[in-house]
C-alpha cells in the first residue's frame, strides 16, 4: 500500500503565498506523474498543477504563473508553491500519484490519492 501525506494547508490574505507538501510512503518501486487538485465547494474536482517523473510540469490556465509545482524523487515528495494567492482559490487541495509499488515477487501498479488540505484565501 502507499499512503500519500499532505501539509501546508492555512488560511491567508489575498496575494500572499502557500507551500502545500505532499509525502509519499509504503512500499513504493517508483513514482510516475505526482499531481496536485483541488476542490471548491459545489464545484468539480479540477486538476491544478502535474509533473512528471522527469520534471516535465503542466498547469491550469488559471494559476499558471502563480503556482510552481516541484518534486523530490529521492524523497518521494512534491510540492506546490502557490503565490500571489486569489479568494478563487480557495478549495482542499488534494494529492495524487500513480506508480509501481513493490508487491509479493512482482511490481504492482497503484494510484493514491491523499486525504487532502484546506486552503483559504480571504479578500
Known amino acids: 500500500q502507499v499512503q500519500l501525506v499532505e501539509s501546508g494547508g492555512g488560511l491567508v490574505q489575498a496575494g500572499g503565498s502557500l507551500r502545500l507538501s505532499c509525502a509519499a510512503s509504503?512500499?513504493?518501486?517508483?513514482?510516475?506523474?505526482m499531481d496536485w487538485y483541488r476542490q471548491a465547494p459545489g464545484k468539480w474536482r479540477e486538476l491544478v498543477a502535474a509533473i512528471t517523473r522527469g520534471g516535465s510540469t503542466n498547469y491550469a490556465d488559471s494559476v499558471r504563473g502563480r503556482f510552481t509545482i516541484s518534486r523530490d524523487n529521492a524523497k518521494n515528495t512534491v510540492y506546490l508553491q502557490m503565490n500571489s494567492l486569489k479568494p478563487e482559490d480557495t478549495a482542499v487541495y488534494y494529492c495524487?500519484?500513480?506508480?509501481?509499488?513493490?508487491?509479493?515477487?512482482?511490481?504492482?501498479?497503484?494510484?493514491?490519492w491523499g486525504q487532502g488540505t484546506q486552503v483559504t484565501v480571504s479578500s
Open positions: 495524487n500519484a500513480d506508480g509501481w509499488l513493490e508487491g509479493n515477487k512482482r511490481l504492482e501498479p497503484f494510484n493514491t
Open positions: 509504503g512500499s513504493i518501486f517508483s513514482i510516475n506523474a
